[in-house]
Structures are given as C-alpha cells and as structure tokens.
C-alpha cells in the first residue's frame, strides 16, 4: 500500500514552545490530508482537513492559531503547535488521501508529544 | 453527531483462540464501515471495509458484516497468531471513502499469548 512518513515519532519540549510535525506521502499525491489527535484511552479525533494549497478547514473546538497546519505540497502537510502547554501533551497522527483510485486512507506511524 | 463504541482493551487471548472485538455506531444516513489495525511503531492500515448493509468485509482471516439492523460491525477471527497483536480501530465514514475524514472508536489493545 502507499506509505505515508510522519516525523519526528516522538518529541518532548519545554512549555511555551513550538513544535512542528510533518507528514510525508511518498509514493503518491496528496491532495487531501487529515490531523488526527489521541489522548490516553480515547478515540481519534479529528483535528483538521487541509488540501494542497488551501487553508486548513478546522473541527469545532480546535484552535486554528494554536496548531497551525500547512499544506504547500501534494507530498507534505505539517503541523506545528505553538506555544506548547502540557495539556497538548498527546498522540498525533496524519492520514492522506490523493491520487490512489481507492479513495482509501492512509495513515502516518504517529507522533507523541509531551509538553514538559 | 456520529460516533463509535468498541470494547476497551486489553484483550489478552491464547494462540488459536477465537476472537471477537465488538463495534457499534452511532450515525445519520449510511456510513461506510472500517476495521483499521495499527502493529506497534507502525501507522494504521486499513484492515477491511464494508460500505453497505449486510456487506462483509474480510482480509488476512478477519472478518466483519455491516449490521444495520443493530448499528453493529463487529470484528471476527476463528484462530488467532501472536502476530495478531496490536490495537485494532473501529471507524465509519459518511462519505464513503473517508474523504471527509473518519469517526474512529477508542481502539482496543489486542494481545495474543504464545
């Protein structure tokens, strides 16, 4: 299947930090990608949906300025959360849709942040 | 809204034990059904899909059927490999191919003991 490369796996910053996350698909054209966020024992949720050259469309409840997502390239979405609290602490994942006749999803390996 | 209920985990089974993960939603008009599996410092994979009622998604000896009747789309397999072992996402749809994003339950933790 496509693959699609989050990095880094795992992060820890200070508070009031910034971090960004990046979501690679590397073997096909993604015009549509998600941000999805996992705290302990509960669902994904979904954060955002940007697609290529567009601004990000955001889930009620998410703060656009907090976690600002870019989508300059059919191949790289990112995600950076600015000034981090530890509450942001929590597990991020990104999926991509695109050019795959499938429509199907598919899913970076995540990144787990922790806001010290 | 639409949302997702599976059984919380850990499920701790033996080799060759039958496996049931139970999924139900809650959604307007008709999803589309997903099984999603996420082995351990990998990313998720869609592991079978069901798009309409009574459809039954299979793979890797996997098996669920889209009950609409019980809003249910339980995850089944007759014998189960320690290689099963990871955690497995119930997730539905309303656009059919997850254009819009997926609703995902809480995942439940599978381990399967030599």
């Known amino acids: 299947g496509a693959v699609v490369s989050q990095h880094p796996s795992r992060v820890i910053c200070k508070s009031g930090t910034s971090v960004k996350i990046e979501c690679r698909s590397l073997?096909?054209?993604?015009?549509?990608m998600f941000w999805y966020r996992q705290f302990p024992k509960q669902s994904l949720m979904l954060m955002a949906t940007s697609n290529e050259g567009s601004k990000a469309t955001y889930e009620q409840g998410v703060e656009k300025d907090k976690f600002l997502i870019n989508h300059a390239s059919l191949t790289l979405s990112t995600l950076t959360v600015t000034s981090a609290h530890p509450e942001d602490s929590s597990f991020y994942i990104c999926?991509?849709?695109?050019?795959?006749?499938?429509?199907?999803?598919?899913f970076g390996e995540g990144s787990r942040l922790t806001v010290l | 809204g639409d949302s997702v209920t599976q059984m919380e985990g850990p499920v701790t089974l033996s080799e060759e034990a039958f496996l049931t993960i139970n999924c139900t939603y809650t959604a307007t008009g008709y999803p589309s059904l997903f099984w999603y599996v996420q082995y351990p410092g990998e990313g998720l994979q869609l592991l079978l899909k069901?798009?309409?009622?009574?459809d039954k998604g299979s793979n890797k000896g996997f098996e669920a059927t889209y009950r609409k009747e019980t809003t249910s789309f339980h995850l089944e397999k007759g014998s189960v490999q320690v290689s099963d072992s990871a955690v497995y996402f119930c997730a539905l749809s309303d656009s059919g191919g997850g254009a819009d994003g997926l609703t995902f339950g809480k995942g439940t933790h599978l381990i399967i003991q030599p």
């Open positions: 069901a798009t309409k009622a009574d």
């Open positions: 999926s991509a849709t695109g050019t795959r006749a499938t429509g199907e999803l598919f």
């Open positions: 073997d096909f054209q993604a015009t549509t």
